[in-house]
């Protein structure tokens, strides 16, 4: 068989009311030579009839039916098929823009140093976008450069799953995806880029991306705030923090959990950063909570922020700029 040019991974779980739009904008694709890599994870409602009377139609589609393995297993057994180069993901219960594959394709192609491209994305629903999705999508959609990837990435995955294309090989190379109890995207994009790998993002929205109650990303323990904490704590001990202590900004419920899970990986933390006068001087976890001031750049120590009240994030950022503190160098914004 000849190698197509794209191979699109899509793994398949009862998506039976949303997989006709999803196959439909695939076929309207202006790029048509692809591949369409579909792992039905044991369907349990009409979502196999529907594959197999798709892909009688359209000999590009490749049916793989391993039973119920799970969606992380069966993104592997997809990945492990896939032909092309360059693979495209995409959700069944999601659509795609025309120009998709031919825009994310030709970016590729164009910088071979880049590894992942992804797109801006429309959140859409039955109904009015939740406030805290319409505020994902908008960050996520500013988020374009590796460079302003990478300064996000530690404050949550800015590359949606389902929007991405990346060289095949590369992620082979990495392992594939992997099930440890938390999001298995958001985990390869941190190893992608401890690895050294390049992303971007294209400025234009090529992703309708559907929100619904039942999602997996709503419905699954993995996606839980939990499990997002415990996998950037995996991967700051094992890249920005492999040889330095860290002080949290945030001495409240949720710089508390960053740094229980931070010391169950193994880090060491000199103290807290908060400007509550009410807690300052005392101790949490057997370090002291120290104001701002009292912050100075040293090389020893990376300053995280761990901060939930809009705006505080800029604020943090803009005061520790102002006293010398370069980010990504001195100090990760972690949530």
Known sequence: MTEPCVSIL????????????????????????FELVVVDDGSTDDSAAQLSAYAHRDPRIRL????????????????????????????????????????????????????????QVRCFRDGDIRPGYKAYEGWTNATLTHEQICRELFIESPLPHPSVMFRREAVQALGGYRDLGWPEDYDLW??????????????????????????????????????????????????????????????GKLGKRLAQHLRREGATLDGFVDIDPRKLGRSLHGVPVLAPDLLAPRRETLVLTAVRTPGARDLIRGRLCAKGFCEGTDFLCAA
């Open 190 to 251: 941190l190893r992608m880029a401890r690895a050294g790998h390049r992303f971007a993002k294209l400025a234009q929205v090529l992703l309708d991306w559907r929100d619904y109650d039942t999602r997996h990303s709503r419905s699954h323990g993995r996606y839980s705030d939990d499990a997002f904490l415990r996998c950037k704590a995996h991967h700051l001990v094992r890249g920005p923090l492999s040889a330095r202590t860290a002080t949290i900004w945030g001495a």
């Open 10 to 33: 899509m793994p398949v779980k009862n998506a039976a009311a949303y997989l006709p739009a999803a196959l439909e904008s695939i076929g309207r694709q202006s790029l048509t030579d």
């Open 64 to 119: 793989l039916q391993p039973g119920p393995v799970g969606l992380v297993a069966a993104l592997n057994l997809g990945l492990a098929a896939c032909r092309a180069p360059w693979v495209a993901r995409m959700d069944a219960d999601d659509c795609m823009h025309r120009e998709r594959l031919a825009l994310q394709s030709q970016a590729l192609a164009a910088a071979p140093t880049l590894t992942l491209v992804s797109s």
